[in-house]
C-alpha cells in the first residue's frame, strides 16, 4: 500500500476558513454517479425551455424555417464544442466553478465574476418559475376557474428549492421522469401546431415575416443564450462518470461529448422549432398563451404539463444549483448550500422576472458579453497557463499562491473588466469579442505581468502531473483532521470517501 501523497498540512483554525464549505470542496470519484443517459436527460432537461420558443419565432420573422433551424444548430454545435473545454475542470479535478475561478481571480477576487453568475442565474430561475406559475395557473383556471399566477409562482418556487435542497442525485431523477415526457409530449405540441397553421393555409417552413433579423444576429444570440453554462458547466460535469487514468481529452470526457455535442443542439433546435411554429400559426411565440386558446381538455393539461416540467429540470440544474455555489463560496463557511438555494429563490423573485421577459434579447446580450469574457479567461488559463494542471490545495489556502496581490489576481480583474465592457458596447458580436478579449489579453497579463511575480507552482513546475487527478487515477479529498491530500482512486475508502463536518 502506497503512502497517501500530503499536498498540504491542515492550519490552525483551517475549518473556520471562508474558502472551506462541505459543498465547494472537490467531488471523488465515490461520488460521481451520473452517466452519459443522465447527462442527455438533464440536457434535454435544460435546453426545453420557454425562453428557447422566442428565440425560434424572432428567427422566422425574417427567415425561412429551414434557415432558421440550420443557424440554431451551428450555433448551438459551437457553443457545445467550447463547453467541452470548461467542462473538463469538473471531470478532471472535480471542482465547481466558482472554487477555479480563484486560479484566475484570487481567493478573493473570484467573488466579482462569480457572483455576477451567480445572480444572472437567481434571475433565469425567477424567469423560469415565472412561465411554469403561469401553466399551472393554466391548468388551475381550467379545472376549477380559479385564477391566481402569483400563489403558484410561490407554491412552485418553494417546490424547485426543496427538490434542489435535496442533492445532485434528486436533480438527476427528476430530469430521468422530464427529459422522456418533455419529448413526447414536444412532438405532440408540434402536430397541434403544424395543424392549425395548415387550417389557416400556412406552410411553417415556407413562411417567412417582414423584418430583417440577420442570420449572424440570430447566430450569436443563441450563443449567447447558454453563455452562463458554458462557464459554470464544471458544477454539473463534476459528478459525471470518468474514466480514469487516460490522459486522452476525447475518452475522459466522453460522457460530455455525447450529450453536449449532440443532446443538446438537436433538442435547442428542436425547441425553436415549436416556437417558430407556434408563431406561425398563431402570431404568438409563447405555445402557453396559443395552447390555452386552442386545446381542450386532456391536451390542454398534458401540453401545459411539459411546460412545467421543462421549467423545473432548467431551474435545478442551470439556476439553481449555480446560484448557489457562487453564494457559498462568497459566504462560507457560515452559509450552507440549503440556505443559499433559498437565497437564490428570493433574489430571483426580486429581479421582477415577468418584466425582464419582453426584454429577453437585450438582457441575453448585456450579461453575455461579460459571461464570454470569463470563458475566454477560463480557457486560456486552464489550457495555456497551467496546461489543466492545477494546483487544489492552494485554492483553498487563504495565503497560499492564489493570493497573488490582496486575493486578488490583477490579470484576471482587470481582463474582466476591460473585455466585459468592449465586448458591452460591441452589438451583436458580444459574445465573439468577449470571448477572444478575455483569452488574449489574460494570456498577455498574465506572462508579462502577474507570473514574474506570483509564481504559480504548477507552471514552474514544468507542468509535473503531480497536479493532475482523474487523468493519472487520482483524487484531490479533504478532512479537517489532515487537510488536503492527493490520493490514488484504488486508495479510497470509506473513511475518505464520507467528508467529516467542516
Known sequence: ???????????????????????????????????????????????????????????????????????????????????????????????????????????????????????????????????GALAINGIVEYLTGFSSWPLWYAVFAVVQ????????????????IAAPAIIAISIWMYYTLDVMAQTKGLNIWNWVGGKDTTILTLFLANMAFWSTLAIDIPNITRFLKVEEGT??????????????????????????????????????????????GSATGFSLIVLLIMVVLAQWSTNNAANLIPAALT???????????????????IIGTLSMPWLILDNLFSFLFSYGSFLSTIGGIMVADYFVIRRRRLNVPELYEVDGQFRFLGGVNPAGVVTWLAGGAVAFYSGSWAFIVGFALGFALYLLLMWVWVLPRYPQAEVTSRYSDRFLATSVGHNWTYAPSRGFSRVPSYQLSDALSRREDL
Not at 481529452?249 to 433546435?269: D, I, S
Open 327 to 345: 453564494f457559498v463560496n462568497a459566504g462560507a463557511p457560515r452559509l450552507g448550500y440549503r440556505t443559499a438555494i433559498v437565497l437564490a429563490g
Open 161 to 176: 428549492i426543496w427538490n434542489t435542497a435535496c442533492g445532485i442525485k434528486a436533480v438527476e431523477k427528476l430530469a430521468d
Open 247 to 292: 490522459k486522452s481529452f476525447v475518452r475522459r470526457n466522453r460522457h460530455v461529448f455525447l450529450a453536449q455535442l449532440v443532446a443538446l443542439p438537436l433538442t435547442q433546435t428542436w425547441v425553436a422549432v415549436i416556437g417558430a411554429a407556434s408563431f406561425v400559426a398563431a402570431g404568438n411565440w409563447d405555445p402557453i398563451t396559443v395552447i390555452q
Open 1 to 131: 500500500m502506497h503512502n497517501v501523497e500530503a499536498a498540504i498540512a491542515p492550519a490552525a483554525g483551517a475549518t473556520r476558513s471562508h474558502l472551506l464549505e462541505e459543498s465547494i470542496l472537490p467531488v471523488l470519484s465515490t461520488q460521481r454517479t451520473i452517466g452519459t443517459l443522465g447527462f442527455v436527460w438533464i440536457w434535454i432537461g435544460l435546453a426545453v425551455i420557454i425562453a428557447t420558443f422566442q428565440l425560434g419565432a424572432t428567427g422566422v420573422e425574417s427567415l425561412p424555417l429551414w434557415q432558421v433551424v440550420a443557424v440554431i444548430l451551428a450555433a448551438n454545435v459551437a457553443l457545445a464544442l467550447l463547453m467541452t473545454f470548461t467542462a473538463d475542470i469538473g471531470t478532471e479535478h472535480g471542482l465547481s466553478f466558482a472554487v477555479y475561478l480563484r486560479a484566475p481571480f484570487g481567493t478573493s477576487g473570484t467573488h466579482l465574476p462569480a457572483l455576477f453568475r451567480g445572480v444572472v442565474a437567481a434571475v433565469w430561475f425567477g424567469i423560469q418559475t415565472y412561465l
